[in-house]
């Protein structure tokens, strides 16, 4: 395990700093929460540190705000600016409207008056009609900053630090289609073309162009007849298979996801509490909430985590960077190695942090990216640079005196 069995290289280097500076904001140290009890000392520099942003919403708090500091969501989750942006401006005329909207219900149901209560209805949900459509079409576009999308959540002071985990995968993905032409009626078409093609070269008239189409169309109607129809298409082509034509087509980024596997062994009572107070604190932001007041219709998401890692009280910028996550998964093995638990001499019931305590706890969080990444993205790095679409109307080849991989 990397927290007992470290291999890092020793560089020369001054004295490491103590646990005190586990993270450079002071405003996360009061409610900072960390295992090992001396994590980031001489012999655990590395570690991880996962800051928590509650949904805005929210009235179960655990922390206090954090000003200024903001999740680090870039872009405001790509692809989600223009729609999410109008959508912002149009969500509080919608209460306004749903508020109004209730308070009539009501007011018509305790009159008993049904003419009044089925004319209110129909107003207010023209009323959110048009809102909804002037909002989707001009409403908010200067007033909101494209770059944010739909921000729910805010930074809070709950931090939690742990040593570093045995496996930091990065894994980027995209998403790909394969698409078969060659197995559609489009596909069957343009092959008896091409083989028409070939006739009308050799001078064939317009029968033996026919000719020439109509075995790919057949074969093609066959095949849409099951097991039977492709039993026929083999026996009537002399065990020839149908050539796919394979395309590769792009359809899609994919979010990246993290796994991160902790190995918890508490040494004494009060780190035992810190190692239940962690599982509590990820468990409980983890969870969503019920909207007060919608009879349980609705809901507000769970908490979205920045994650970090840190080296001696500062980032470490030789490990790529995270964006906002969410945590899918959190898996917790009591006994990983069979069940064994502390007990406390004289003590004769359990007790939180003492006895029935279990020697050792497997944490595996699972984290997904709430953005996907696009080219000129800070997660990536500075690898491209910006250049200038060329103009379609210039042929590069001659304009100028130029020619491509060539001087003047």
Do not use: W
Not at 3 to 30: H, P
Not at 79 to 104: C, H, M, R, W, Y
Not at 256 to 271: A, I, N, Q, T
């Amino acid at each position: 395990m990397a927290l007992f069995n470290l291999t890092d290289i020793k560089f020369k280097t001054d004295r490491r700093q103590g646990t005190e500076a586990l993270v450079s904001n002071s405003k996360y140290r009061r409610d900072l929460l960390r295992y090992p009890s001396d994590l980031g000392a001489t012999d655990k520099g590395h570690y991880i540190v996962i800051n928590i942003n509650e949904q805005i919403n929210t009235t179960q708090s655990t922390g206090e705000l954090v000003a200024g500091d903001l999740p680090t969501i870039i872009g405001g989750r790509t692809g989600a600016d223009t729609t999410a942006g109008n959508l912002a401006a149009v969500i509080p005329n919608i209460e306004k409207i749903g508020s109004t909207f209730g308070q009539s219900i009501k007011n018509n149901i305790e009159n008993s008056t049904i003419t009044n209560l089925v004319t209110t209805a129909g107003d207010r949900i023209q009323d959110i009609f048009n809102l909804a459509k002037d909002g989707l079409t001009n409403l908010g576009f200067k007033e909101i900053d494209p770059k944010i999308g739909v921000r729910t959540i805010r930074r809070i002071s709950d931090t939690i630090a742990l040593y570093m985990p045995d496996t930091l995968n990065f894994s980027y993905g995209q998403g790909y289609e394969q698409l078969e032409p060659g197995k559609e009626l489009t596909g069957a078409v343009l092959a008896g073309l091409s083989s028409a093609s070939g006739t009308i070269r050799g001078g064939g008239d317009a029968a033996e162009i026919l000719k020439s189409v109509a075995p790919f169309v057949a074969n093609y109607a066959l095949r849409e007849f099951g097991a039977t129809g492709k039993i026929l298409f083999a026996a009537g082509t002399g065990g020839k298979v149908n050539n796919p034509m394979l395309e590769i087509a792009y359809s899609s980024p994919e979010f990246r996801s993290f796994r991160f596997d902790f190995m918890l062994y508490p040494r004494d009572e009060k780190e035992a509490l810190e190692v239940q107070n962690i599982i509590n604190k990820l468990r409980f932001h983890q969870a969503p909430e019920i909207v007060k007041n919608t009879g349980g219709f609705f809901l507000y998401p769970p908490s979205e985590f920045d994650i970090s890692f840190y080296y001696n009280g500062s980032e470490n910028p030789n490990i790529p960077k995270i964006s906002t996550c969410v945590l899918t998964t959190i898996d917790t093995d009591y006994a990983p190695n069979g069940f064994s638990a502390y007990e406390v001499p004289g003590e004769m019931k359990a007790q939180l942090g003492r006895t029935g305590m279990p020697v050792a706890i497997r944490l595996s969080l699972n984290f997904k990216e709430t953005e996907y990444l696009v080219k000129g993205s800070p997660l990536l790095g500075e690898i491209g640079r910006q250049r200038e679409r060329p103009d379609p109307t210039i042929n590069t080849t001659t304009a100028g005196g130029y020619a491509p991989g060539g001087g003047q």
